[in-house]
C-alpha cells in the first residue's frame, strides 16, 4: 500500500484504514479554514511506534524543516516508512494521534496563508472533534528491545528473550508483552548502537531495556530486580504513569529521556544522598555534552532534594526508592528529562536554540550514556570517601545557598510564629542545614510531607 510518500506494509495498510477518515476531515477542515488557495497538501504515514497513549485526543507538535527522518520503522511489525526527498523543504510537523497509532504529517502551503493567517489553527480540542473516534477498538502490546554492551550483556538478552516470563510488566494497561533484540528491531525511535558507542561505564547502562510505551521504566526495573543484572537501565520514549515522590502519578509525552535503572547499597545511612549523586551525573553530562557539541552551556540547577530547572522553570526530576534485601538494599533510580517539550514551560532544546539557532540538538542517547560515566565515578567517590567530597560541585549547582525560608511555627495556644532562616547546606542526613536569623543557631529542616512544595512545608530541628 502506497499513501503519499510513504510506501508501508499491510499489517500498517490495516491500520492506517482506521484513520483514514480522520485524516481526511483534517485536510479538509484544513482547507476550508485556509481557503481553497491556500489548501494543506497533507501526505499521510504511519509512524514507527504504535500504542502512545491509551486516551482519545490528538497532540499537534511542530518540528523544524528538514529535520523528518529519511526511515520510520516499526520495531513491532517490522514496517519500514522511506520518505522521498522533497525538492523545495517546506515545513514540517508531528500530528500525534494519543491513541493505537501515530500519524506522521508533512504539511506545505499551496501559496503563503494570508496575512495574520495560521498554518494550521487547528487546536487539539478540534482535532479530537474531527479524528477522536477514528483511533477507537485498537489493541495494544508492550515491545521490550534488549541490547548488551558486550558479547556477555548480549548473551544475557537472549537468555531473557527466551524465557517467555523473565520479565513481569505487572500493569493491565502494558497488554501482550514481546521481547525482541537490538537485531530483530527496525530502527528503534532509541539508537541502541549509537548509545552503546559512548558509553564507557563499566558497571552501569550496560544492559538496554528499550520500549516505545511504558506505564513505568521504575516499576519494570524494581519489580524485575531479581532477573536483571544490577545497572540495567531501562528507557522509554512515552510513560504513562511514571513514578514520582509522595505516589504521585506522572504522563510524559514523546520528547523526554525517560530511564530507571538498579544499582546495590549497604550503608543505608548513604541511601538519602543518592538523589543527589544522580543529580549532579545528570548537571555534568549535560554540562559535557554542550562543551562536546560546541554549544553555549546551559544553566542546569538542582532544587533540593530531587528536581533540576533551568532558568527558573523544570525541566527534571529524579526518583530513588529502595527495599531492603539480604542485608543490602535494592535501588531503583528513575529520571526524567525533557529535552524536546518547550510547551508549556520550556525544554533544554529549546533553551538552546534560543542562545544560538544554530547549536546542535542534544540527543537522549547521547544524555544517557555520558550520564552512566559520570554517574559510575561520582558513585564511586560517595562510597569510597562520603558525600562530603563531593558537596563542593553540589554546591556549586543547587539553588539554595543562602536562600531565606520562612518557617511557619504554632505551639498549643499560641499564635502562629513565622521564623526565618538561612540555608547554609545540607546536613549528614540529607535534610537542609540552616541557621535562625534571630537566634544564629543551627536547625535542620524536614519536609513536613503535606506540601507539594518542598519549601513550603518544612519543619525545624535544633541541632545540639
Keep these: ?17 482506521r484513520i483514514g477518515s480522520a485524516a481526511a476531515a483534517v485536510a479538509d477542515a484544513a482547507g476550508r ?7 494543506l497538501l497533507v501526505w499521510l ?91 477507537d477498538g485498537c489493541g495494544h502490546s508492550t515491545v521490550l528491545v ?17 524465557r517467555s516470563d523473565a520479565l513481569k510488566l505487572l500493569d493491565e494497561e502494558a497488554g501482550e508483552v514481546r521481547v525482541l533484540l537490538r537485531s530483530e528491531a527496525c530502527h528503534p525511535t532509541f539508537d541502541p548502537h549509537l548509545y552503546m558507542g559512548a558509553l564507557t561505564a563499566s558497571r552501569f ?19 524485575n530486580f531479581g532477573e536483571l543484572p544490577v545497572g540495567t537501565v531501562c528507557v522509554t520514549d512515552v510513560q504513562i504513569k511514571g513514578r514520582g515522590r509522595a505516589k504521585n502519578v506522572w504522563e510524559s509525552p514523546m ?45 542546569i540547577r538542582i532544587k533540593w532534594p530531587n528536581d533540576l530547572y533551568l532558568n527558573g522553570l523544570k525541566v527534571g526530576g529524579i526518583l530513588c526508592t529502595s527495599t531492603y534485601r539480604s542485608k543490602h ?33 542534544l540527543r537522549r542517547e547521547d544524555i544517557l550514556a555520558l550520564f552512566f560515566n559520570k554517574f ?15 558537596e563542593e560541585l553540589y554546591y556549586k549547582t543547587w539553588l539554595h545557598s543562602g536562600q531565606k525560608v520562612v518557617i511557619e511555627e504554632k505551639q498549643e495556644g499560641q499564635p502562629e510564629e513565622s521564623i526565618i532562616v538561612t540555608v547554609q547546606g545540607l546536613t549528614s542526613s540529607g535534610y537542609l542545614l540552616a541557621v535562625g536569623e534571630e537566634d544564629d543557631k543551627s536547625y535542620e529542616l524536614h519536609p513536613d510531607g503535606n506540601s507539594f512544595d518542598f519549601f513550603k512545608g518544612l519543619v525545624r530541628r535544633k541541632l545540639e
Design 255 to 299: 520528547g523526554c529521556l525517560l530511564f530507571s535503572f538498579s544499582l546495590q547499597m549497604e550503608d543505608g545511612r548513604k541511601l538519602p544522598l543518592l538523589q543527589y549523586v544522580v543529580s549532579l551525573a545528570v548537571t555534568e553530562a549535560i554540562k559535557e555534552l554542550c562543551q562536546a557539541n560546541g554549544s553555549p552551556q546551559l544553566d
Design 376 to 390: 559510575e565515578n561520582l558513585f564511586e567517590v560517595f562510597l569510597d570517601q562520603g558525600f562530603q567530597s563531593l
Design 45 to 135: 504515514g504511519i509512524y514507527a511506534i504504535f500504542h502512545i497513549y491509551p486516551s482519545k485526543y490528538f497532540s499537534f507538535c511542530r518540528s523544524r524543516p528538514g529535520k523528518l527522518p529519511r526511515v520510520i520503522a516499526d520495531p513491532v511489525h517490522f514496517v519500514r516508512i522511506e520518505v522521498s526527498d522533497a525538492t523545495n523543504p517546506m515545513p514540517s510537523a508531528l500530528l500525534r494521534p494519543t491513541s493505537a497509532a501515530a500519524a506522521l504529517c508533512r504539511l506545505g502551503l499551496r501559496s503563503p496563508p494570508p496575512p495574520g493567517r495560521p498554518i494550521l489553527p487547528l487546536s487539539a480540542a478540534r482535532l479530537s472533534s474531527y479524528c477522536g473516534g477514528a483511533m
Design 33 to 39: 479554514v485556509g481557503g481553497t488557495g491556500n489548501a
Design 1 to 17: 500500500m502506497r499513501v503519499g510518500l510513504w510506501t508501508i506494509g499491510d499489517e500498517a495498510a490495516a491500520r492506517i484504514r
Design 329 to 361: 538494599f535494592d535501588v531503583c533510580a528513575g529520571i526524567g528529562l525533557n529535552l524536546d517539550n518547550e510547551k508549556p514551560t520550556t525544554c533544554l532544546n529549546a533553551a538552546l536554540r534560543e542562545i544560538n539557532s544554530g547549536s546542535l540538538c
Design 146 to 162: 534488549l541490547a548488551g554492551k558486550s558479547p556477555q550483556e548480549d548473551d544475557l538478552a537472549r537468555i531473557l528473550k527466551s
Design 205 to 223: 547502562g550496560r544492559l538496554l531495556i528499550w520500549s516505545p510505551r511504558l506505564p513505568s521504566t521504575h516499576d519494570l526495573v524494581s519489580k
